[in-house]
C-alpha cells in the first residue's frame, strides 16, 4: 500500500467536524512545522515519515502585486515539496483566520508548536501587530531573521517572542549602536547565531568585549577580523571564569588568513587532545541541526582555573579565513 496524499487528507479534515474527528484519528504525526514570513505566510510541515507539505497564505493577488500581509488570508496554496515538487492546489476559507489555520493544524497534525518562525519580509509590508493572534500563547523554539531591518523594527520583533531559546540573525542591525547589540548578547539563549547563509554576509563590528558579554550556551559567529590576539585574549578570560554557560563556540574570522600558534597560545597552558570524544557530549552539546556538528575533535585542551572544567580548540585554516571551534567538555 503506498503512502497516503497528505494535502488530500489534510483537506478532508475542514469538511466538517466528523472528518476532522476521522483524520485527528488517523494520528499523522510531525517531525516540525515551520514558518516563513516574506510576501506571504508559508507553514512548511514535516511528517514523521519525512513527507513535506507547505501551505503558503497570501492576498488574491499576482505574486509581484502583493504588498501587505494579511489576515485573514484570502488564498492557500498547497504544496508537496519532496523529490517530486508538486503545487497541490489552493484552498479558501473566507474568514478563516491565520491562527485558526494553525490551531486546526496542530489538532489534527498532533503538535503544538513552531519549530522555528523566519521573517525576512520587506519592512513597511507586515505591521507587526498583525501577527499577534497567530503566534501569541504558542510555544515558539526558534527566532530566525534574515532580512536587514532597521533597529527599531528589529528590536519590535524580538519583543514579540521574548521566550525563544534559539536566535538566528544574518545581519547586524546595530552596526552604528553597540549598546544594542550588546542587550541581545547577554540573553541566556541555547543557541545564537550571528551568522548569514550567504559568504557575502557578515557579522559587522563584532569585537572582543561583544564576545565576552554572551550568556548562550552554544554559539556561532561569522564576523571579520577577529584575530589570534583576540583569541588569545579570550581564551585567558575564559581560564579565568568568564562565559560561564558557554558549551560550544564557533567564530569564523574572514579577513584573518593565518593562524599562529605562538600568539593564539601565549601564555597559555594547554596539551594536545588525544583522548577519543564522548559521545554523550558530542550528542548533546554539538549537534545543532540534523548534520550540523564539530568538524572533530582533535586540537589543544585548556583547562579553567576557576573549576577544572576542559575545553577543546580547534582551528582550521580555509580559502574563507579561519574557524575558532571552541567545546567546553561537561563531567556528569
Same mark, same amino acid.
Given at each position: 500500500m503506498g503512502q497516503p496524499n497528505m494535502s488530500l487528507t489534510i483537506?478532508?479534515?475542514?469538511?466538517?467536524?466528523?472528518?476532522?474527528?476521522?483524520?485527528?484519528?488517523?494520528?499523522?504525526?510531525?517531525?516540525?512545522?515551520?514558518?516563513? &514570513?516574506? %510576501?506571504?505566510? +508559508?507553514?512548511?510541515?514535516?511528517?514523521? @515519515?519525512?513527507?513535506?507539505?507547505?501551505? !503558503?497564505? =497570501?492576498?488574491?493577488?499576482?505574486?509581484?502585486?502583493?504588498?501587505? &500581509?494579511? %489576515?485573514?488570508? +484570502?488564498?492557500?496554496?498547497?504544496?508537496? @515539496?519532496?523529490?517530486?515538487?508538486?503545487? !497541490?492546489? =489552493?484552498?479558501?476559507?473566507?474568514?478563516?483566520?491565520?491562527?485558526?489555520?494553525? %490551531?486546526h493544524l496542530f489538532q489534527v497534525m498532533h503538535y503544538s508548536k513552531f519549530d522555528e518562525i523566519c521573517f525576512n519580509v520587506v519592512e513597511d509590508h507586515l505591521e507587526l501587530e498583525t501577527i499577534d493572534a497567530f503566534v501569541n500563547g504558542i510555544d515558539i523554539k526558534a527566532l530566525n531573521i534574515t532580512r536587514t531591518f532597521s533597529p527599531t523594527y528589529f528590536l519590535r520583533i524580538l519583543q514579540k517572542f521574548p521566550s525563544v531559546k534559539q536566535l538566528h540573525v544574518s545581519q547586524n542591525p546595530f552596526k552604528l549602536c553597540p549598546s544594542e547589540q550588546q542587550k541581545i548578547l547577554i540573553q541566556n539563549y541555547d543557541i545564537l547565531k550571528l551568522q548569514s547563509r550567504r559568504v557575502d554576509q557578515i557579522w559587522e563590528n563584532f569585537t572582543l568585549d561583544d564576545l565576552l558579554i554572551i550568556n548562550s550556551r552554544r554559539v556561532l559567529i561569522t564576523t571579520e577580523n577577529f584575530t589570534n590576539k583576540n583569541l588569545n585574549q579570550f581564551l585567558k578570560h575564559w581560564i579565568k571564569g568568564s562565559n560561564p554557560r558557554l558549551e560550544f563556540l564557533h567564530i569564523q574570522s574572514r579577513n584573518v588568513s593565518m593562524y599562529d600558534a605562538e600568539i593564539a597560545l601565549k601564555g597559555i597552558r594547554h596539551e594536545e587532545r588525544k583522548s577519543p570524544p564522548r559521545d554523550k557530549i558530542l550528542d548533546e552539546c554539538i549537534q545543532l541541526d540534523p548534520g550540523e556538528q564539530l568538524n572533530g575533535v582533535q586540537g589543544i585542551d585548556i583547562r579553567r582555573g576557576t573549576d577544572e572544567s576542559v575545553a577543546t580548540l580547534q582551528v582550521i585554516d580555509n580559502k574563507e579565513g579561519i574557524e575558532f571551534q571552541f567545546v567546553v567538555w561537561h563531567e556528569d
Open positions: 483537506s478532508i479534515s475542514f469538511c466538517s467536524k466528523s472528518t476532522k474527528s476521522l483524520i485527528t484519528s488517523l494520528h499523522l504525526h510531525l517531525q516540525s512545522f515551520h514558518v516563513h &514570513i516574506e %510576501d506571504s505566510i +508559508e507553514i512548511s510541515v514535516r511528517f514523521t @515519515d519525512h513527507t513535506d507539505l507547505t501551505f !503558503e497564505f =497570501y492576498e488574491d493577488k499576482p505574486v509581484e502585486e502583493r504588498r501587505m &500581509i494579511i %489576515d485573514p488570508p +484570502e488564498v492557500v496554496e498547497v504544496i508537496h @515539496d519532496g523529490p517530486v515538487y508538486r503545487r !497541490e492546489g =489552493y484552498w479558501q476559507r473566507p474568514g478563516y483566520s491565520m491562527r485558526q489555520w494553525v %490551531d
